[in-house]
């Protein structure tokens, strides 16, 4: 029985790990993925002190008190 299960696993490993699409596929989701999640992180941050900036700006232009 661990003989089968030997060989059901090299094939496995033959089928996949050793085939230059999956690879292929693999690599690239392993690359783009964190770089996906980090550019949103890095996008919603910087839209954030956008808004701050603008409000800000807006503050200065027109102050709450009258002097």
Known sequence: MEILNQEVTQ????????NP????IAIALI?????LI???ILSE???KKKLEKQKDKI???YP???K
């Open 31 to 35: 690359w783009l993925i964190p770089q």
């Open 11 to 18: 094939e496995v490993i033959r089928v996949t790990w050793r």
């Open 64 to 66: 709450k008190t009258l």
């Open 38 to 40: 980090i550019r949103k």
């Open 59 to 61: 503050e200065k232009l």
């Open 21 to 24: 699409a999956f690879m292929a």
């Open 45 to 47: 941050n910087y839209e």
